[in-house]
């Protein structure tokens, strides 16, 4: 069993008893890596698939690290009894950060003084509650990597989801990159090839502060915060990664669904997020195939499955039908609108993963049936998802088998609409409840040191749902409203039961601090807005001839006249010289000039249906971040008014005919905005000395808490001490005003 233990000088009379439990877990730990060495395959990587691996070389080096963990423990349990840790004296034994993404003090207030959230209204009472800033852009993976570093985007290096290869213009990932490179043996006179080996970077730059609290031997255990994968090692300390972790094809999270009848294609003629089949009923039942990824061939490998559909055995209405799904070894029967447990899905080669099965539709004739993503099976993961490997494994084992997908929530499935809200829910709060689960157990293995759990399900249903607290919303066309109206307030509700048996759970206890943070807010996402079609409408981007718009990633632009360009959510590029391949705009004054005429001009914008101004603020990157990343970065980043965003089109590269559109998805939330009118929440049970408290605060917190110091690039302040100060860029970042006071 994984048993958290941080031996210091306030409990040597523990040490015997706790270097006992911490050797356990190592020689479990090396022992089960030993075992699961991969054999034949490794995975390589979005759409690479797997590659063959040097398998006795590979083993051979699991057991030799197995067997240097086990040597080694007498020396470091010694070293740890000699040598104290070096931090000074704490303002606490425990911290518990509980993140709530998403969760919006604006709605917030509302319910708390409706009696919906008495937890954390009580919460607030003994200690405090305050608005958190967030992090300039208000996006997650932004966001989080502040949280965890303690340093603006500047010095992360993240600044979206998505960013763009200078080299190609291509998207690509910004928080991390797979790839495979050639194992050779080097004999002096020659190097011998032998294979392939994958290689997970993480882009993020910077250190987490969890990393500094095992420097100081301080335990933590990270759960699902997101911009945690691939998961990188560190002392004392187990994590379990979060957002960003890839399905088992290598993707974001692709679902499929399977109908006997022919479906017309998504919104805008494109279907996105997922793979649809025809399939047949023949005998009673339906027999396909789930598609996995790439093998060492190329070819998709394959996993077959059976749906057995309900005969015409039932003589009684109130009767329900049952479909009987059989994967590998595995046979479970449900009713419909209702989810299978995870099954595994076995493509050979020892490449498992798992997957929920869910009858959308059965009118006793025709099938709609939805497939969750592929999910890395935490069992028997084919890539590292936690740290150490064996953590997810114990997981697993020890609380039932869950959700790896970084975006876990199929936001997508229900955008689609090859779900409905009753199978997006239901989704959801199948994986709270496994979320709860990896908390609970953190808890109670973890008496000193540091846990934070990061909950996904206030943000993913946010998204989805926000236009039912709209009337006039324009994704409400075609769709329920009425019976959904109740779902954002039930999932403040719920979150803030949560609180409460988290209060419970922790008790009275004096030298433990909780934190209940959220990474921003939420707004009203109405309208869509194509910067790439109003830079090709004023001059500042080209298609080639022939071409009055232009598909995704940029198909159609003319590199060598266009200035500037966008993709992702949060801001806009120029098309540099010496940084882009095809760059045309030189850095100083023309690059100065170019910002300065571009901000000006997107500050003016006005929906013309409406005559509003769609941006609140255009920020300018060079004059907010100074870190050693923002030359890479977008030069202006995009502060948009609520009810504004970039459309989902110009997310993805393409020009269209209209730079505005109405937004019709069930995503019809969003917090893509000026970053002051998104703020996050942020309850304490102890006060804190300022009455701004800014997300970017949290790492050095976590670290005066314990008595570690406070790093100097860090630009945040300790929370808990009087006078200190955030050490930022100038000009300050915008400050947050009252949700009442913006327009």
Known sequence: ??????????????????????????????????????????????????AAAGSLLVLAGTFAMALGIILIWPLKAAYRLVVPARRGKGKAKRV?????????????????KEGRMPNLQALGAAGCFHELD????????????????????????????LTRDPCSYAPILSSSETYTTEKTLNLGFAEVPFGTRAVYRLLQKSQPFWKLLGESRVWSTIQRVPITFPPQPFKNGTLLSGMCVPDLQGTQGSFSFYSTRERPAGAGGARIGGQQFRVAIRGGKVESNLIGPRGADGDAMRCPFTVEVPGAQLTHREQKPEFAFTLGTERVTVAPKEYTPWLVADFGHGVTG????????????????????????PANPVMPISHPF???IYLAKSQGRFATLGLAEDTWALNERVIDEQAFLEQAWLIYEERKKHLWDALDKTKKGFVTCVFDTSDRISHMFYRTLDPTHPANAGKEVERWKSVIPDTYAKMDELVGELR????????????VISDHGFTNFRRGVNLNTWLRENGYLYLKAGHETSADWFAHVDWSRTKAFTLGLTGVFVNRKGREKHGIVEKGPELDALCRELKAKFEALRDPATGEPAIHEVFLTREMHHGPYADAAPELLIGYHKGFRH??????GSVTKEVFSDNTRSWSGDHCVDPRLVPGVFWCNRKIATDEPALIDMAPTVLDLFGVAVPPYMQGRPLFVDGATRKVASPPRPRTPKVEDVA
Do not use: E
Not at 107 to 112: D, E, F, G, I, P
Not at 647 to 652: E, K, N
């Open 647 to 652: 459309s989902w089109d110009c997310a993805t």
């Open 1 to 50: 069993m994984i048993r958290p233990g941080t031996p210091d000088r306030s409990d040597r009379s523990s040490t015997t008893v706790r270097m006992s439990a911490r050797f356990k877990q190592s020689l479990f730990a090396a022992v089960v890596l030993a075992c699961l060495a991969r054999p034949a395959f490794a995975y390589i990587g979005p759409g690479a698939g797997f």
């Open 354 to 377: 798992i997957v929920r099965f869910y009858v959308q539709g059965w009118d006793g004739k025709d099938l709609d049936l939805y497939v969750t993503p592929i999910n890395i099976d």
């Open 504 to 515: 419970a759970k922790l008790g009275d206890d004096p030298n433990t601090v909780l934190m």
């Open 390 to 392: 064996v953590y997810s």
């Open 134 to 161: 967030t992090a300039c852009p208000s996006i997650s993976p932004v966001a989080w990597s502040t949280f965890a570093t303690g340093v603006d985007a500047s010095r992360h290096n993240i600044y979206d989801f």
């Open 96 to 112: 518990v950060v509980l993140g709530l993404d998403g969760f919006d003090p604006g709605l917030a207030r509302t319910y708390m």
